[in-house]
């Protein structure tokens, strides 16, 4: 089982920028589907991006599309999440995903399942 630790989390003006990092510990990192997720006071927690083994296939949720990118480096088993034009909506606790499927991203991609981290606060003022 992969372990996770995230990073990167702060508080910045609304339009401004933030680059999210997580620590994958664990062997085969190239075989887990990486994403992010997040959760805001008083709602669910919800998909933001997924990015499969080999980086080929990525999708993120329409509300940050434009906005946020996703990326990884499986030689230093690592995953990101670089969030640009930033919003006040966009605030809550980010976690890192981890999912043990190495092929295209599938409608799973999205699903509250996984190995999480243990999440980091990213907060937009207006």
């Known amino acids: 089982q992969v372990q996770l630790v995230e990073s990167g989390g702060g508080l910045v003006q609304a339009g401004g920028s933030l680059r999210l990092s997580c620590a994958a510990l664990g062997p085969r990192f190239s075989t887990y589907t990486m994403g992010w997720f997040r959760q805001a006071p008083g709602k669910s927690r919800e998909f933001v991006a997924a990015i499969s083994g080999s980086g080929g296939s990525i999708s993120y949720v329409d509300s940050v599309k434009g906005r946020f990118t996703i990326s990884r480096d499986n030689a230093k088993n690592t995953v990101s999440l670089q969030m640009n034009s930033l919003k006040p909506e966009d605030t809550a606790v980010y976690y890192c995903?981890?999912?043990?499927?190495?092929?295209?991203?599938?409608?799973?991609?999205?699903?509250?399942?996984?190995?999480w981290g243990q999440g980091t606060q990213v907060t937009v003022s207006s």
């Open positions: 995903n981890a999912k043990p499927w190495s092929g295209p991203l599938t409608r799973a991609s999205e699903a509250n399942i996984g190995s």
